[in-house]
C-alpha cells in the first residue's frame, strides 16, 4: 500500500495556507510502519499456509529426525520473517527451500555428533521390515526410506530429495542449489542407483525374481 | 540434456514405489502449523481462519474416521457440561443467598426499602460475594424462621458455614493472632473433614504456622501441598508464602 506523500499545509488558498489536514510526517512513517508490519504479517501467514507442507516433507526427506519437523518447521519459517525484506514476490518457495535445506543439514550433523556418542547402532531393518505385506504399511515404508536416505550421500540425497518428491527439473535444482545442470544430473544418476541398490539390500531373501 | 522421468513412474519393484510414496506424501500435523504460527506470533484469531479449521477438520476426519470424531466431540461435551453444570447452580444459590442478605437487611430498614431491594437484586451484583456470603450464614441464623434455627443441610448454608469458619481464622491471622487462627482451623477441620474449601483452609494453615514461627512445618506442609496440586490456583500463594 502506497500512502499519499503530499501535505495539505503546501497548497495555497484565497485565505492563506490550507489547514493541514494529513497527518504530520512523523505520523505517516508511524503509519507506514504500521500497515508494512501487517503486509509482513499477511505474506508470512500466506508463506505459512501456502508451503509449510512442503518445507515439512523437504526437513523430513533431507534428514531431520520425525521428532524434530516441529521445531525445525518454526526454524525455518523464523529465519524466513527475519529476512522477509530479501524474500521477492514470487520467490517464497525456493528462498524457503533454501533455508530448509540449511536446517536439515543441521539436523544431520546434529545426530551424526549423537551416533558418535551413543556407540549403538540404530536396530537393522533389513530383516525386520522385509515382508509384502509390511510393504504397504506407511510408517514401516517411511522408516525404510528413512534408512536408504540416512546411508546416502548428503549432496546425492538433497539432489534425489528435489527431483523425486518435490518434482523440481534439474535446471530448477541447479538454479537452487547455485551449481551446474550437469552435476545436478550427474548426482541424480547415481542419487538413483544408490537408492535402487539399497532397496534391493533391503528385501533380501524376500526379494522378488 | 534430457530431463529423466521419475523413479516412481519408471519403476516396477513395490518396494521402490512404496517408499517414494512415503516421501512424496508426507505432511506436517495440524499441531505443527499452529505451532509454528504461534513461534511467529500469528496465533491469532485469524490463524483459525475458516480455512485452516476446514483443513485440520479434514485431516482429521481422514486419521480418526466418524466413530472416533464423534465420540471425540461426545466426550468434549461431557467435560464441558460438568463445569457449566456447577457454574449454573453456583450462580442461582448465590443468588439466592444475595437475594436473603438484601431481604435481611430491608426488613430492619422497613417495608419501603425491602420493595426496592427485592427489585433491583437481580440487577446488582455483589461486591465482596464471600463477605456476603458469610453474613449470609450469620443472617441466615438469626433470622425469625423456624427452618433456620433447625439449621437445614442446604449445600449454599454448609458452603457459607465453612465460608465463616475460615473468614474467622482469616480475620485472626491479620490481627497478628496465628495461635487462634490455627485453633480457628482445627475447629474448622473438624466440623467440615470433607469440606469443599479444605484447600483455602491449607493454605491458610501454612501461613498461620509460617507467622507463628512454625517454619519447618509450614515448609513441609507446603511442599506436601505443591506436590498434591501443582496445578491449582492456590499454588501460587502457596509459592508465595515460602
Known amino acids: 500500500m502506497t500512502l499519499p506523500l503530499i501535505h495539505a499545509s503546501e497548497q495555497q488558498t484565497p485565505r492563506g495556507p490550507a489547514i493541514r489536514l494529513l497527518p504530520s510526517p512523523i505520523k505517516t512513517a508511524t503509519l507506514r510502519q504500521v500497515v508494512s508490519s501487517r503486509e509482513k504479517d499477511e505474506r508470512l501467514r500466506g508463506m505459512v499456509d501456502k508451503h509449510i507442507d512442503f518445507v515439512a516433507r523437504v526437513l523430513r526427506n533431507a534428514g531431520t529426525p520425525e521428532a524434530e519437523v516441529d521445531d525445525d518447521l518454526q526454524r525455518t519459517f523464523i529465519t524466513a520473517a527475519k529476512r522477509m525484506n530479501d524474500i521477492r514476490h514470487g520467490a517464497e518457495k525456493s528462498f524457503l527451500l533454501q533455508i530448509a535445506l540449511r536446517v536439515a543439514a543441521h539436523a544431520r550433523r546434529t545426530i551424526a555428533r549423537r551416533r558418535e556418542v551413543q556407540t549403538e547402532d540404530p536396530p537393522d531393518l533389513v530383516e525386520s521390515f522385509a515382508t509384502p505385506e509390511q510393504l504397504t504399511d506407511q510408517r514401516q515404508a517411511r522408516l525404510m526410506l528413512d534408512r536408504v536416505l540416512d546411508q546416502m550421500d548428503a549432496d546425492l540425497r538433497t539432489i534425489f530429495v528435489l527431483h523425486e518428491f518435490e518434482e523440481m527439473n534439474m535446471s530448477e535444482i541447479a538454479d537452487v542449489l547455485e551449481i551446474p545442470r550437469g552435476t545436478v544430473a550427474s548426482r541424480l544418476r547415481r542419487a538413483r542407483l544408490e537408492f535402487r541398490e539399497r532397496v534391493i539390500a533391503l528385501q533380501g531373501p524376500h526379494r522378488p525374481r | ?14 518396494l521402490e514405489r ?23 506470533g500469528l496465533a491469532g484469531s485469524a490463524a483459525l481462519s475458516a480455512g485452516a479449521i476446514g483443513v485440520s477438520a479434514t485431516s482429521l476426519l481422514t486419521k480418526w474416521g466418524w466413530p472416533k470424531l464423534l465420540l471425540t466431540v461426545a466426550a468434549i461435551g461431557a467435560v464441558t457440561a460438568v463445569p457449566l453444570g456447577y457454574y449454573v447452580w453456583h450462580r442461582h444459590n448465590s443468588h439466592l443467598a444475595y437475594t436473603a442478605v438484601t431481604a435481611t437487611v430491608a426488613k430492619s430498614n422497613g417495608p419501603e426499602t425491602f420493595a426496592l431491594q427485592s427489585e433491583n437484586s437481580q440487577l446488582s451484583v455483589p461486591t465482596q460475594p464471600a463477605v456476603a456470603a458469610a453474613e449470609v450464614g450469620n443472617d441466615v441464623k438469626s433470622a425469625p424462621s423456624p427452618r433456620v434455627e433447625t439449621k437445614p443441610e442446604t449445600p449454599t448454608s454448609a458452603l457459607s458455614e465453612e465460608l465463616t469458619a475460615l473468614d474467622g481464622a ?14 480457628r482451623l ?20 501454612i501461613d498461620a504456622l509460617m507467622k507463628s514461627g512454625q517454619t519447618d512445618l509450614a515448609k513441609k506442609r507446603a511442599q506436601a501441598f505443591l506436590s498434591k496440586h501443582p496445578n491449582s490456583v492456590l ?8
Request: hydrophobic share 40%; charged share 25%; proline share 3%.
Open chain 2, 1 to 14: 540434456m534430457m530431463e529423466p522421468r521419475r523413479l516412481h513412474e519408471e519403476s516396477t519393484s513395490d
Open chain 2, 18 to 40: 512404496a517408499l517414494l510414496n512415503a516421501g512424496a506424501t508426507y505432511r506436517c500435523s495440524s499441531g505443527a502449523r499452529m505451532k509454528t504460527l504461534a513461534a511467529l
Open chain 2, 170 to 183: 482469616r480475620s485472626l491471622l491479620a490481627q497478628g493472632d496465628a495461635s487462634g487462627a490455627l485453633s
Open chain 2, 186 to 205: 482445627d475447629a474448622y477441620n473438624k466440623s467440615f473433614p470433607r469440606g469443599r474449601l479444605q484447600l483455602e483452609g491449607e493454605v491458610l494453615r
Open chain 2, 235 to 242: 499454588a501460587s500463594r502457596v509459592k508465595g508464602l515460602l
